[in-house]
């Protein structure tokens, strides 16, 4: 097990450098932007309107109660993810965050795949059991923004992508290098006899 979770490491070093790829280098892909002049007009109604308790999320309008379901039918719609204090751009608080999050996914997709060895010994096996499941969270996680809140497709399909990639990533190395053989001697001796 111990080598497992040297792999969750390994595995979590590998998401932390994606992550940097899909959203650091790439991240201007998925993301819309405004000019300077809209995004100070758009930041002071946000500081104007929105609860300054701390970070939360809004809908904008709410659908709720008559004047608000007209103006939802009406549009425009927005789902603000709102923080009123800011943070730097390239914060290091939010990268050990982001590093100890992977880690801790890395470690249960470790923990699970160590479950999984003594079953499916066959790396392809376990690769095509990896790269489903990835899929299929991903494909849950991310694509139901699009449907459920008509939430523009291109970030959302970004994210589903860029996550399978990682998810799928981690498991092949976990699987490739960190798993134990699991070969029983059960195994070998019926290889003998046949």
């Known amino acids: 097990m111990i080598r497992v979770v040297l792999g969750s490491v390994v595995a979590a070093v590998a998401m932390f450098v994606l992550g940097f790829i899909f959203f650091g280098l790439l991240g201007s892909i998925p993301v819309g932007d405004v ?3 809209q995004a100070a007009a758009i930041q002071s ?4 309107n929105m609860n300054n308790d701390g970070a939360s999320t809004a809908l904008v309008p709410s659908g709720s109660g008559v004047v608000q379901q007209r103006m939802y039918i009406d549009g425009p719609i927005a789902m603000i993810h709102y923080n009123p204090n800011g943070f730097a751009v390239n914060d290091s608080g939010a990268m050990l965050g982001g590093f100890i999050h992977m880690l801790i996914s890395a470690l249960i997709l470790g923990a699970a795949l160590f479950t999984l060895s003594g079953h499916v010994r066959e790396f392809a096996a376990r690769l095509s059991i ?21 939430q523009g497709w291109l970030f959302h399909g970004y994210a589903f992508f860029a996550d399978a990639v990682s998810f799928i990533v981690a498991g092949a190395i976990i699987a490739r290098w960190f798993l134990p053989s699991h070969i029983a001697s059960d195994d070998r001796f019926g290889a003998e006899e046949s």
């Not at 990896?130 to 008509?150: K, T």
Request: charged share 5%; aromatic share 18%; proline share 4%.
């Open 35 to 37: 000019g300077d002049r």
């Open 45 to 48: 109604v946000l500081a104007a």
């Open 130 to 150: 990896i790269a489903l499941f990835g899929i299929a969270a991903s494909f849950y996680m991310h694509l139901g923004n699009p449907i459920w809140w008509h």
